[in-house]
């Protein structure tokens, strides 16, 4: 058994075992839904935003992820909800027979959605970026820190998500491990 519970283990049906490896993992603290600074200094206890200014542009983000395939808000919310707080970004990994395939690719430029492509080895989670994938299929999650380190994935996300391409791509143009 590996030390950790690692997202391959999740997709690879060693489900249980992760489950029994990440129940004490502490309960997700308050982000703002835009910029994901805490909330604990704001007043109101059902505050979703830190500022009016994050407020506008998280309307705006739902808005135009509404109009997307209902798997990619789905997946926003349940991201806004379960991602580690010390995260900056996610990969979402791509289980075919044979080699993982991550998207997006860390040792190359790739696409983003609405955006040019910039070289860096993760989907943002704020201002949040949505997953682009090559096909219609089941993928694990993987969050990274500032400091490129991948984090525990939280047990609610460790049977996959469900997501679908919403820009046009390979299986190639992921990254292999
Ligand atoms: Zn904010």
């Known amino acids: 058994m590996p030390a950790t519970c690692k997202v391959e283990d999740a997709i690879r049906g ?10 004490d993992q502490p309960m997700p603290s308050r982000l703002c839904a ?5 909330l604990i200094q704001t007043a109101r206890a059902d505050a979703r935003y830190c500022s009016d ?15 997307l395939d209902p798997t990619i ?11 580690p707080p010390d995260a900056v970004g ?13 998207y997006p690719p860390a040792d190359r430029y790739s696409k983003r ?11 943002r989670l704020a201002p949040f970026e949505p997953p682009l994938v090559p096909q219609a299929a089941r993928y694990g999650v993987r969050f990274v820190n500032a400091r490129g380190e991948v984090l525990r994935t939280p047990f609610q996300l460790l049977q996959g998500v469900d997501l679908v391409p919403i820009v046009l791509m390979q299986v190639e143009d992921g990254e292999r491990l």
């Open 14 to 23: 060693k489900l249980p075992f992760c489950l029994a490896q990440n129940y």
């Open 34 to 38: 835009s910029c994901r600074r805490s």
């Open 53 to 67: 200014a994050c407020r506008f542009r998280g309307k705006y983000l739902r808005a135009l992820l509404r109009q």
């Open 73 to 83: 808000y789905r997946f926003f919310l349940r991201l806004l909800r379960y991602s």
């Open 90 to 102: 996610y990969r979402v990994g791509f289980d075919l027979p044979g080699p993982l395939w991550f």
């Open 113 to 123: 959605w609405r955006s040019r492509s910039v070289r860096r080895g993760y989907f």
